[in-house]
């Protein structure tokens, strides 16, 4: 288990990380979401033991130190392999690193690329591989040693989405045989239908935490509707009957309800019913992507209001 | 995985990442018929020297040779002046020599040439000659007055030839020293700012500690530059091995090239001095951002510029000077073994550069740790020089 309690760093004049604290059980898949210069790599950084924090602790296993690098995997955002050095001797160099035996090393090497169709690729140099396959023997380069906690931070950047399905379940199989991993990344549509507790940050704050159900109620309760309709009708009725309703337009005839916990549906779907030519209504679940936009969106509008 | 493992492993990869075999022996062939192409054309610009050439001469007044080196005469009378100007400026004749009295004479030439010399010096005999015969004295009588007293001198440690042989292995262990310093200078410089440009450096320091790693750089590339002066030393030796074929050399070997405690000695501040070295150029790379337009890099020739200092010490290697720069680790990895080749050298002053270097090595491998540690985590901008203080004393 992982424990970050009230951590922050600060650089020059810049606060990278300001007191956040976050609990990442064991066999878990844990998501850190949120924009560029949010932390995260700061987080993960700390996390890893490559800096300190200023303030606060973080506890691997309950003890304050740095972890152990055998039972860590590391996949950095900033990342990078020898170009002109051949896949398999690259691979067996970070397993080494990690402290494996060069046999075993070699041995998980081979397994993972033949894993990954890149067996017949082994004894090639990295840089006559494809981005995407480059990618794939980084990812290996993280994992080959079984950590018990892996940090893949931006996996599925630069994946086509064959790929990025295929990393999506070489992640839930590394949870599944006990790893814990920590991900970060931006493609919201993934990580929800992978992540068993997410955390967005935002300017070094935390500003949801919790598993995707838990964060949908934190930042909003209620339901989504989207109507088709004939026309273009105005909406303008909306604010005078149902005030915890906001409306935007989609295009190609679709309009999207957000409605409030509290606003009855009754009087709402009757006063829509008298002034718009409704032709379907779906019901859609607020989605990673709405609460993720919506919440940062949010913060940022606090943070500018005077 | 142990630090001692991890160190080696590094250092493993590097010395297989940067030893091209391949490379090297064609380094070692192209070095080889460089020296053969040398010796070659001094061979043939000397043999296009000895092509005689033929000077006129008018006036009586000095009885030259007719040969002098490379250089012919042939008198001619006043009446002949201007048919051998002309001569002269149609290029038949290389030049016009007219002897005025015995103290004075023209050479007319079309421009400098290393012959005249030859002119002079026949020149001088001729008019000694005359001056000899002046005072009624023979050359034996000159050969007599100009004769030095017999002076002996029995050197106590080193013959003549000996301490031309010490001069030469000391100069030779300098300059290889130097080439190391400057193999080095290259690898360190390439494999770090290069680690750094692939982003594989935030991947490396989670697995291992940076001084680890920077143990185990310097320790690979170390053993690379190492090869590579065993196989510059081994194309030297050929070369010189061809040169000296069949020829007198004047020049003995100091014994204590032959005792195996003083080479121990030596190897031992060679590889000390690499590795205080390479610790310096793997701290200033750590800082370097782009190799391209950082002002850092000039800092890489300070190594150099250290182990060439010890070439100043050969005329008087008992100096103050001298035994300044062999004691100071940033010189004393050159100029201590230089000075045991050039003079005696006493045992404490060995065993305190030994202690001194080592001490050196440590606290600038630890230094160079903390650098590397931060500097290799920086993209985008170089720490500036408050930073780079600061880290050196950050723990």
């Known amino acids: ?306 | 995985m142990t630090r001692m493992r991890a160190v080696l492993e590094v250092a493993r990869w590097e010395f297989m990442r940067y030893l091209k075999p391949k490379q090297q022996l064609i380094g070692m062939l192209i070095t080889f018929t460089i020296g053969l192409g040398t010796i070659g054309v001094q061979k043939f610009a000397a043999r296009g020297d000895s092509k005689a050439v033929r000077v006129a001469v008018l006036g009586t007044a000095l009885p030259l040779d007719s040969v002098a080196g490379r250089v012919h005469f042939d008198y001619y009378s006043a009446g002949q002046q201007a048919a051998l100007q002309q001569q002269f400026a149609e290029g038949e004749i290389a030049g016009l020599l007219r002897i005025v009295d015995t103290d004075r004479a023209v050479l007319l030439v079309r421009r400098s040439y290393d012959w005249t010399a030859d002119v002079q010096g026949a020149l001088s005999a001729a008019r000694q000659q005359v001056m000899l015969a002046r005072a009624g004295l023979g050359v034996n009588d000159l050969a007599l007055i100009a004769a030095p007293p017999s002076l002996e001198i029995e050197y106590q440690r080193q013959s003549n030839r000996e301490q031309r042989g010490a001069r030469m292995a000391a100069t030779i262990i300098i300059s290889l020293m130097m080439f190391a310093v400057f193999m080095g200078m290259s690898y360190v410089f390439t494999s770090i700012t290069g680690e750094k440009q692939i982003r594989v450096t935030e991947q490396v320091v989670s697995a291992i500690s940076p001084q680890s790693w920077i143990d185990g750089k310097i320790l690979g590339l170390a053993g690379v530059s190492l090869v590579g002066v065993l196989n510059t030393t081994i194309a030297g030796a050929a070369l010189v091995f061809v040169m000296l074929r069949g020829k007198t050399v004047s020049v003995r070997m100091p014994e204590t090239l032959g005792d195996p405690g003083t080479i121990l000695v030596i190897v031992l501040f060679a590889l000390l001095g690499l590795f205080f070295w390479f610790a310096f150029l793997g701290a200033v790379a750590a800082t370097i951002d782009d190799p391209q337009n950082s002002t850092r890099g000039s800092l890489l020739f300070v190594p150099l510029f250290m182990t060439l200092l010890a070439f100043f010490i050969s005329k008087n290697p008992d100096s103050g000077f001298a035994r300044t720069l062999s004691l100071l680790p940033p010189t004393s990895p050159s100029a201590m073994p230089a000075r045991m080749l050039l003079t005696d050298v006493h045992p404490l002053e060995i065993v305190a550069s030994l202690v001194l270097l080592v001490a050196g090595v440590l606290v600038l491998r630890t230094i160079a740790g903390r650098i590397f540690r931060l500097g290799m985590l920086m993209y985008g901008k170089e720490p500036t020089w408050q930073e780079l203080r600061r880290w050196m004393f950050q723990r």
């Not at chain 1, 288990?1 to 600060?10: D, P, T």
């Not at chain 1, 935490?209 to 339901?223: F, H, K, V």
């Not at chain 1, 409030?260 to 992507?289: C, F, K, M, N, Y």
């Open chain 1, 1 to 306: 288990m992982l424990r970050v309690e009230s951590v922050r760093k600060r650089f020059a004049t810049v606060v990278a990380v300001d007191a956040v604290s976050l609990t990442i059980e064991r066999g878990q898949i844990f998501a850190l979401l949120g924009p560029n210069g949010a932390g995260k790599t700061t987080l993960i950084r700390m996390i890893l033991g490559l800096m300190r924090p200023d303030e606060g602790r973080i506890l691997h296993g309950g003890e304050d130190r740095k972890p152990d690098p055998a039972q860590i995997g590391y996949l950095p955002e900033d990342r990078g392999l020898y170009q002109d050095i051949q896949v398999l001797k690259t691979l067996v160099y970070f397993g080494v690193l990690r402290g494996m035996t060069r046999a075993a090393a070699t041995k998980s090497a081979l397994a993972w690329l033949e894993r990954m169709s890149l067996a017949d690729r082994a004894h090639e140099p990295l840089k006559s591989l494809s981005k995407g396959n480059q990618q794939k023997v980084q990812f290996i380069s993280a994992v080959l040693h079984a950590p018990a906690f892996a940090v893949l931070d931006e996996p599925f950047s630069g994946l086509d989405p064959l790929n990025q399905d295929l990393f999506l379940g070489l992640i839930q199989d590394l949870r599944n045989s006990g790893m814990t991993v920590l991900l970060s990344a931006h493609q919201m549509q993934l990580v929800e239908r992978i992540a068993d507790r997410i955390v967005v940050m935002n300017r070094g704050r935390t500003l949801l935490n919790g598993t995707l159900p838990e964060i949908r109620r934190q930042w909003a309760t209620g339901s989504r509707l989207v109507l088709r309709v004939s026309g273009e009708p105005s909406l303008d009725f909306l604010a005078g009957q149902a005030p915890g309703v906001t409306a935007r337009w989609l295009g190609d005839g679709c309009i999207e309800l957000f409605i409030a916990a509290e606003q009855p549906l009754g009087p709402l779907l009757a006063a829509a019913g008298a002034h718009l030519d409704i032709r379907e209504i779906e019901s859609r679940p607020v989605t990673l992507h709405d609460v993720y936009v919506g919440s940062i969106a949010n913060a940022e509008g606090a943070e500018t209001l005077p």
